[in-house]
């Protein structure tokens, strides 16, 4: 099927910056939109920062400024660089892509994760 492979994360202190990619591998015959959540304990799963295909942008108001997502569409790949780094930017942070699989002639459009990386910020 399809996977989604993080990288990056780690521990990082206040101000500070961290970046993370996401390639997505598989049975893709083309990817939507890509984007990157985050789910802090106790707290529910948040978008991030979505990017379209065509390159537009969208950010959480909490880290508009401060995040820049990115796009290799060749090679199905997404980015997050973070600047700016906050304590309440600890979260773990996952990976999503709309992927459309081809079957039977069919294209038929799925929501793919990531597994997640872990982003902590030290005050």
């Known amino acids: 099927q399809v996977q989604l492979v993080e990288s990056g994360g780690g521990l990082v202190q206040f101000g500070g910056s961290l970046g993370l990619s996401c390639a997505a591998s598989?049975?893709?015959?083309?990817?939507?939109?890509m984007g990157w959540y985050r789910q802090a304990p106790g707290k529910q799963r948040e978008l991030v920062a979505v990017?379209?295909?065509?390159?537009?942008?969208n950010y959480a108001d909490s880290v508009q400024g401060r995040f820049t997502i990115s796009s290799d569409n060749a090679k199905n790949t997404v980015y997050l660089q973070m600047n700016s780094l906050k304590p309440e930017d600890t979260a773990a942070y996952y990976c999503?892509?709309?992927?459309?699989?081809?079957?039977?002639?069919?294209?038929?459009?799925?929501?793919?994760w990531g597994q997640g990386t872990q982003v902590t910020v030290s005050s």
């Open positions: 999503y892509a709309d992927v459309y699989i081809l079957t039977g002639g069919i294209r038929r459009r799925y929501g793919y």
């Open positions: 598989g049975s893709i015959f083309s990817i939507d939109d």
């Open positions: 990017i379209t295909t065509g390159g537009r942008a």
